[in-house]
């Protein structure tokens, strides 16, 4: 397996749609919610941020949204992994992507739904820190977010 990180160009946009909904499949099950990724919102993303796909032979199978929010804060977005991949370190392989690309961060943000106990420990192993959380939504079941922060430097 060799892969590689490249920015994300509106000609990838559909692989990019299916591998977002093959990695997400088990959360959207276990929230009960069905996939809401699209193409328009996909190519928001690539134009709007920056956004890097993972490739595998050729194969899309993830991808990264990075938002910069200024003045070194940046807030990351999805970082998405099909489930076959999953596990082998490619999502540590990503973040130190990341952080090499973006310098002169000085701050990440990030959220991530409330039973997502593999995303917690991941980004906890990568230096971020729970600090806070959304109110439950009540129209989506009580759904709410762990938002996580590092700070840099």
């Known amino acids: ?39 328009q919102q996909e190519i928001d993303f690539i134009t709007n941020n920056y956004s890097y796909i993972l490739k595998d032979n050729y194969q899309i199978i993830g991808g990264i949204v990075v938002a910069d929010k200024e003045n070194g804060h940046y807030h990351l977005g999805p970082i998405f992994i099909k489930l076959e991949y999953q596990n082998k370190g490619i999502g540590s392989f990503a973040m130190k992507f990341i952080e090499n690309e973006f310098l002169n961060a000085n701050k990440w943000t990030l959220e991530t739904p409330y039973l997502s106990y593999r995303n917690h420990h991941f980004y906890e192993k990568h230096g971020f820190i729970k600090v806070g959380e959304t109110e439950p939504d009540p129209g989506r079941n009580g759904f709410y977010l762990f938002l996580y922060e590092k700070i840099c430097k």
């Open 1 to 39: 397996m060799s892969i590689e990180i490249k920015r994300a160009c509106i000609v990838d946009v559909e692989e990019i749609v299916q591998a977002k909904a093959d990695a997400f499949r088990e959360e959207l099950a276990l929230y009960m919610r069905p996939s809401k990724f699209n193409t």
